[in-house]
Structure formats: structure tokens, C-alpha cells
């Protein structure tokens, strides 16, 4: 028979559990030391990253957009950027200073793209109202920001026409004033406006299954004045005056 293990002491059972106590111990502070040694690497990285030259700037890329030249934001950009460490780069500022320099873009969201790329995403500003001129279609935003001439005007948007030739800039304003302020719905229901001077804004309407002409006068009350004008071409009217939106004319 063989012979039994010798019995364990107190002093040996507490040996043991101190020990497991401590590998316990080392369990737990294993990965937060090493956490703390990965944050400390990191912070003497941080000023190496923020001045080195490995991260110099040295590419833009820009997308999105059709109204903006896509090689002039980027030239525009490494002008006053490249060579400056990627860290030091702030979006934000890149951001404004394109908009500035680019008014046709609406917005211009700027990401870093690599160790020394930027990226841009380019949002055009959206036309209300073309003017039909000499040279073509000149498009403005709801701002009366000038977006450019076209050789066709987009499809769906209001052409002003029949002011003898280019309008002065108060009637322009009063126009885009108008159509900036209605909703696209209706904004997309009037095909044509003319304007001789601000005071004097009509246009074609069509619903659709319905068209009328319309006198709007002033550029006051222009959603009004619309939902009131394609409530009565919907009644049959194809001559309609708005200038008085709550005492309407019609034929």
C-alpha cells in the first residue's frame, strides 16, 4: 500500500494562497500596463508626428460637385498647404477658406484621406432661377449668388425671360427672392417668370393637368401667392392675378 502524502500545514496552505493571490495580481495588472506603456508611446510620438515632415502635405483630392473646378480646389489648397505636416492641418479652416475662394459651393467637407492627402467632397449651390441672355442661361442660387451660364438651363427650373435682355440687379434680386422662397414643389410648377422691374413679377403656371398665366406683382407672399394661383387653375382659371393674394382676380 502506498504511502499517503503528507498532510499540509497551515503554514503551507497559506503560501499557496498568497501565491495565487499575487498571479491574480499580475493577471489584472498585465494590460493596464501595458494600456499605460501604449499611451506613453503615443504621447512621445505625438510631437515627432506634429512636426515631421514624413506627414508633410502633399495631395488634395476633390469630388462631388459640377459647378466648382475640381483642379483649382486642389491647386487652391496646396498653395497654402503643402509641405505643412498633416497634423496641423485643420479642416475646419481649409473648409472655410474654399468656400470663401469658391462661392458656387455650397459646402466643402474636408477629410484626412492617408498620412498626407486630404480629401474634399464638394456640394454644389442649387439654382432657382435661370435668365435667359445673349450668351446663354445665367444661374442663381436662393442667395442670388451668380452660379454661371449654360448653353440649356436644367430641367425643372424657372427661366426668367421676356425683360428685353439682361434685367438690372434690383429685379434679379426680386425674382430670386421669390423663387428662393417657395417651396420646391411649387417652385417647380412655374415654367416661366418675366419681370420688366421688381414690382412687376408674372409668370406661366403648370400643375401638371393644369396651365395658367400669372400676375404676382411684388415679391411679397410668394408661396401665397402660388398655392392660391394652382387653387384656381385648378378650378379651370388660365388668367390669374395674385398681386392681392387674399382678393384674387381671375378670367
Known sequence: MAPLPPARTGDDSTAD??????ARRRQLWRPRLIGLGIVAALI???PVAWFSPLLALQKVTVTGGELVDHDKVSSFVLDSE???PLPQVRPGTV???????????AEAAVHYSGPRTLKIEITDRTPVLAIDGSAGYRLYDAHA????????APKNLTVLGGSGGEPDRETVAAVVRFMGSLRPELRKQLTTIEAKDPMS???RLDTGKHQATVVFGDA???SL??????QLAAAGRTEIDVSVPSVPVTN
Open 44 to 46: 512621445a510620438l505625438a
Open 82 to 84: 503643402r509641405g505643412t
Open 220 to 222: 411679397s407672399d410668394p
Open 145 to 152: 449668388v451668380d452660379l454661371g451660364v449654360v448653353d440649356k
Open 17 to 22: 494562497l498568497t501565491g495565487v493571490i499575487r
Open 225 to 230: 401667392k402660388v398655392r392660391t394661383a394652382a
Open 95 to 105: 473648409e472655410e477658406s474654399v468656400l470663401e475662394e469658391f462661392p458656387k459651393a
Open 201 to 203: 413679377l408674372q409668370g
